[in-house]
């Protein structure tokens, strides 16, 4: 099955510094990949999600880029505030394997004021 | 816009007991998948349906079985309970190309 690596697992930043998450998965047939924040105690949010016949993606301050080549993606946050502190959840999903979604492990962010 | 629906949002059981966990998604959402999150854990795939069917399944224990219902409702049923099934549980739902959507979680306490 599909295997999602997620690097690295924490991160601390100055606050105004760009953030660089990245994630690498095992199966070529993966076709969308949704990246999530998730703040202590509360639900995984969606943040933005690219699909395998785009490139890139950005919204505001987040980016998201794809190298099918590579089978890796990364998530770009620049302009970092504090609010952007929580963790970080990319995932993958496969085509063949229906709806199933596979997860990163987290990437902690910590913007430091 | 509707949100997946969770009930109840805070459970506390003791051990061997039983527990019963339910999950609303989003309407016209097919499939609906349940997650348990540890402390300090990414979330674990527990078990997912399309259409009310069982289509995947990942670290559920035994002591758990879940089910969806005629009206796409799903139920998480947990026996037995240990210790260790403290956690925050998860259902999300998603539809056809769409991403996971995630309720606002059981939180269960096993004392």
């Known amino acids: 099955g599909e295997n999602v690596e997620q690097h690295p697992s924490t991160l601390s930043v100055q606050e105004g510094d760009s953030a660089v998450i990245k994630c690498t998965y095992s199966?070529?047939?993966?076709?969308?990949f949704p990246w999530y924040k998730q703040e202590l105690g509360k639900r995984p949010q969606l943040i933005i999600d690219?699909?395998?016949?785009?490139g890139e993606k950005k919204d505001q301050r987040i980016a998201v880029t794809l190298n099918k080549t590579a089978k890796h993606f990364s998530l770009h946050i620049t302009e970092t505030q504090p609010e952007d502190s929580a963790v970080y959840f990319c995932?993958?999903?496969?085509?063949?394997?229906?709806?199933?979604?596979?997860f990163g492990t987290g990437t902690s962010l910590t913007v430091i004021p | 816009a509707a949100g997946v629906i969770q009930s109840p949002r805070h459970l506390i059981k003791e051990k061997r007991e039983t527990a019963t966990l339910k999950c609303y998604p989003i309407?016209?959402?097919?499939?609906v998948y349940w997650y348990q999150q540890g402390p300090g854990q990414d979330p674990q795939f527990l078990i997912s349906?399309?259409?009310?069917?069982?289509?995947d399944k990942g670290s559920i224990p035994d002591r758990f079985s879940a089910q969806q219902f005629s009206d796409y409702h799903s139920e998480l049923n947990m026996s037995s309970l240990e210790l260790g099934d403290s956690a925050l549980y998860f259902c999300?739902?998603?539809?056809?190309?769409?991403?996971?959507?995630f309720g606002p979680g059981t939180r269960l306490t096993v004392l």
């Open positions: 999300a739902s998603s539809s056809g190309q769409s991403a996971q959507f």
């Open positions: 199966d070529s047939a993966s076709n969308y």
């Open positions: 690219i699909r395998s016949n785009v």
């Open positions: 995932a993958a999903r496969t085509e063949n394997t229906g709806n199933q979604f596979y």
């Open positions: 309407p016209r959402h097919d499939t």
């Open positions: 349906f399309y259409e009310k069917m069982q289509s």
